[in-house]
């Protein structure tokens, strides 16, 4: 349920920002309409303290909603440059190893998928099912060999 409603508050953010920002000058100007403008500068400081008063407390929600939105973006990216280190290890090991531990291929098949890593789509595809083969199957070491040399052809094409 409150997913909903954060998903619904996202999506229509600027238009709740709109509304938030003209809604204190309506309701102002339907209370006092009946009011001329006044010359007096008490007046115009009590407006000024409302409309301070009112935007302050909004602008502060804004403030705190684009840094926790930014915190969670340097998180994210974070997370993606600690991947992308360890997807380019794997592969500099795969270039200058005869051998491949296949365990370490799950996890960079993980950290591709969980980070949202953009590769080329068929190497991606290749390590999905090779993921997926070695998830099935323990160590292997004719395996590990077709393994290594599939990924050394598509490193090498790409």
């Known amino acids: 349920m409150w997913n909903n409603i954060l998903s619904w508050l996202r999506s229509h953010f600027l238009l709740i920002l709109i509304v938030a920002a003209v809604l204190p000058i309506l309701i102002y ?16 400081g009590v407006f000024g303290d409302y409309i301070g008063g009112v935007y302050s407390v909004l602008i502060a929600l804004l403030v705190v909603y684009i840094t926790r939105n930014l915190s969670r973006r340097d998180e994210e990216n974070r997370l993606k440059k600690e991947a992308l280190r360890e997807v380019y290890k794997q592969i500099t090991n795969i270039q200058q190893k005869q051998t491949v531990d296949q365990r370490k291929l799950p996890k960079l098949y993980k950290l ?33 060999m077709e393994i290594l040399q599939e990924l050394k052809e598509e490193y090498a094409s790409n």
């Open 29 to 44: 100007v339907l209370m006092f309409h009946s009011y001329s403008l006044s010359d007096d500068p008490a007046d115009w």
């Open 112 to 144: 591709i998928e969980d980070c949202k890593i953009f590769i080329d789509d068929d190497f991606y595809e290749r390590l999905k099912r090779l993921a997926n083969i070695l998830g099935e199957h323990g160590r292997d070491r004719q395996k590990e």
